[in-house]
């Protein structure tokens, strides 16, 4: 038996995955803060599939090759997002006068929940295969 298979293991490891892509456009975000006119990205929300709608695609790994992610670099191909999750334009609370939209203590708490919310899905997960564990586990051993 596949434990992936199980629908709530399937679902948390889905939930790793996003707030795994969330963390890596916060970064990002943290890294362009002194670029002048950009506009921080952020996911939006995580929802859960609708039953019936089958497990998520399997992504098959993308050979290593430079990326482009600022037009005075190197050239290399256009930057994309790793997973199914697309980051949209999310501007901060604030505009500085060079046009950069990213405020840092937004970026940090963005950043902290995103942390809370993957060490909480972690939990979730070890405890979850440590009843099924107890569950398999033959009586007196």
């Known amino acids: 038996m596949n434990f992936n298979d199980l629908p709530l293991l399937s679902m948390l ?3 790793l995955g996003y707030l795994n892509e969330r963390q890596s456009v ?3 975000n943290v ?3 002194d670029t002048p006119g950009y506009t921080p990205n952020d996911l939006k ?11 998520a695609p399997v992504l098959a790994p993308a050979p ?5 992610t600022n037009g005075i670099h190197l050239p290399g191909k256009p930057a994309k997002s790793a997973g199914p999750y697309k ?3 999310t501007p901060d609370s604030e505009t500085r006068l ?8 937004e970026q940090m708490m963005k950043m902290n929940d995103s942390r809370m ?3 909480a899905a972690i939990n979730f997960y070890e405890q979850s295969l440590a009843m099924i564990q107890t569950a398999i586990r033959i009586p007196g051993k």
């Open 26 to 28: 916060i970064a990002q």
């Open 87 to 89: 980051p949209q334009k």
């Open 45 to 55: 929300p995580f929802t859960v599939a609708e039953p019936g709608q089958g497990p």
């Open 64 to 68: 290593v090759t430079p990326t482009l």
């Open 98 to 105: 060079d046009g950069n939209q990213v405020v840092l203590e």
């Open 13 to 15: 490891k889905d939930r």
């Open 117 to 119: 919310n993957y060490n």
């Open 31 to 33: 890294a362009n803060s």
